[in-house]
Each structure stands twice: as C-alpha cells, then as structure tokens.
C-alpha cells in the first residue's frame, strides 16, 4: 500500500520538473519509513524515485536528455546534477525571451538583467564541475559586456523606471549618486533653457543691477528646490509591476511629475538591444522584394507600421 502510493505520484497541472523532482523525494521518504515501520526495507529508494522521475518527467527538454539513456540507467545523482542545470536554463530562458521577445523592451532593463544573471551564476559547492565551469564563463562574459555599456546612462534610465526606482540592482552606496546625477541633469537642462539666445550689451543702472541679481538669485534657489523636491516626489510614487509598460506610466503621470517627464521618456525611449531594428528591417525586407520593388518609402512605411499595429492586436 506504502509503495502503491509512491507509484501514483504523478506530476501536477502546471508543476515544474524541479517542483515533481522534490514531491518524488518527499514520497520516496514517506515510504521508506512507513516500510521501516512494518520491518521492511526499501532496496534501492533512489533508484525508485529516479526511475519514476525519468519515466513521468513533465519538461519536454529533460525528457528528451533522458532519452539518450534506458530509464533504469538514470542514477537520482544525475538527475539531481539535470535538474541544476534546467534551473539556470530556465531563468536564463526568461530574461531571453524578455530581451529577445516581440514587445518592446527599455534599456533600462539592462542593469537588472546583468544583476540578476550576476546572482544566478554564482557558483555553489553542490554544482558539479560542467555547472561550474559554465557559470565562471559565462560571467567573464557578462562583465565584460557590462564594462562595454554605458554604466551612467543605464543607471539614471534604471532610476527613471518606476519599476526599478528602488536601484537594487546597484550597489547601495552607489545609489544617492545616480539620484544626484537625475536632479543635476535637470538643473543643468534647465540652465541650457533659460540661457538667452543673445546677450543684451546695455548695461543697467547699477541699482536695477543689484536687484536684478537679488531676484535672480532667489529665484534660482527656488527653482533648484522645487526640481529636488519634484525628484523626491518621483521616488515617494509605488512602485509598479515588472510587467508594466514604463512609457505607458509616465504618459499617464506626466502632469503630476512635468519636470522628470521628458528625461523618462528620452531615457526609456533607448530600446535594451538591437533586436527591435533587426526586425524591423527583416519585416522592410520582406515587403520590398523583386516584384514589389516600385513601392514608394512612404508606402513600406505605412505598411511597416500597419504590421506592427495589427501584431499588437492579437
């Protein structure tokens, strides 16, 4: 009866071959003890779970490994050593088909995803050596991709992310910094605004002269005040889900945040990767072939964007 029970666990709706694999050790455990309590003894309780494992795998990408090899020749340690190796492509898996996927994605993506790919190849003592080996490679990679970007631009569009604000992805002492560039970005494009396109040469009296200055002054410390707290403002809002769209955020909120506003939508407006220009000219190449050649460029626009229009519907 103990084993009956072990033999109809089965995997589950929606279950994952790492969530089946730990039920199956949990079921194998359950057993060996009930048996243990009736005076009997499980041979081989690995061998069992791992027979089991390979036979009802619910990933189509670990059955089709296990099928190099007869189901009684899977040792529990190899499919332990599997099943590391789908968790890291899983997650990797994730982040490509963000990066890598139809909708579009801000470059402000960029710094979480090169955090979150640092953590996840972190190597630890129960990953075997090919694990190991691959993880080591693979962030030699990564930071040699990262220290080719542009770290400064990347934080201030992180920052500019309502989904990313919290800058978690960054070094804690780091962070006051990249707050300090956004608020000194828009001072210094405030300054560029306000400077007259032509200098007036009349000098005023020199009473008018020192008012002038006074107000000016004043006026400036006022000016500096309000963008800090505008910046303040910014990061008091919730932030929203990673699923949301940020542009869509900051269209809604623009009233509410005018300053910071158009620095979000340049900074988001920087796609993460060169993907969204590959496909569209793949898209451009096949409208305009050899026996559509005599299309006009406002035409290939229109139907360019007719395509994207009508994919984003479905």
């Known amino acids: 009866m103990l084993m009956a029970d072990f033999y109809r666990t089965v995997p589950l709706t929606g279950e994952t071959p790492v969530e089946y694999w730990l039920r199956l050790n949990k079921a194998i455990d359950a057993a060996e003890e009930g048996l243990k309590r009736l005076g009997r003894h499980m041979e081989d309780p690995c061998q069992e779970a791992a027979m089991m494992f390979v036979k009802y795998c619910p990933g189509p990408t670990l059955t ?67 694990v190991t080996t691959f993880k080591s490679t693979f962030r030699k990679d990564l930071e040699t991709r990262k220290g080719n970007a542009n770290i400064a631009y990347l934080m201030i569009a992180t920052a500019l992310d309502p989904r990313f604000k919290d800058l978690k992805c960054i070094p804690r002492a780091e962070r006051s910094e990249v707050w300090a560039s956004v608020t000194n970005l828009v001072k210094e494009q405030r300054v560029i605004a306000e400077k007259p396109m032509e200098e007036n040469t009349s000098e005023p009296p020199k009473k008018k002269l020192t008012l002038l200055a006074a107000s000016s002054e004043s006026d400036s410390e006022q000016e500096e005040d309000s963008i800090e707290n505008s910046v303040r403002r910014y990061r008091a809002e919730p932030a929203i889900s990673s699923d949301s769209c940020p542009l869509e955020w900051w269209s809604k909120h623009a009233g509410s945040h005018s300053r910071l506003a158009p620095y979000a939508q340049k900074y988001l407006a920087t796609p993460a990767t060169s993907v969204p220009c590959e496909r569209l000219f793949s898209l451009a190449g096949h409208i305009v072939q050899k026996k559509i050649a005599s299309l006009s460029s406002e035409n290939v626009n229109n139907l360019v964007c007719l395509s994207n229009w009508l994919s984003v519907e479905e």
């Not at 996927?101 to 953590?119: I, N, T």
């Open 64 to 130: 089709a490994v296990f099928k190099f090899k007869v189901p009684d020749k899977w040792t529990a340690s190899e499919i332990q050593e599997q099943s590391n190796s789908y968790k890291v492509e899983i997650k990797d898996r994730y982040l490509t088909e963000i990066l890598g996927g139809d909708k579009y994605v801000s470059c402000s993506v960029a710094l979480p995803a090169f955090c979150h790919l640092s953590r996840l190849m972190e190597s630890s003592d129960d990953d075997p050596a090919y």
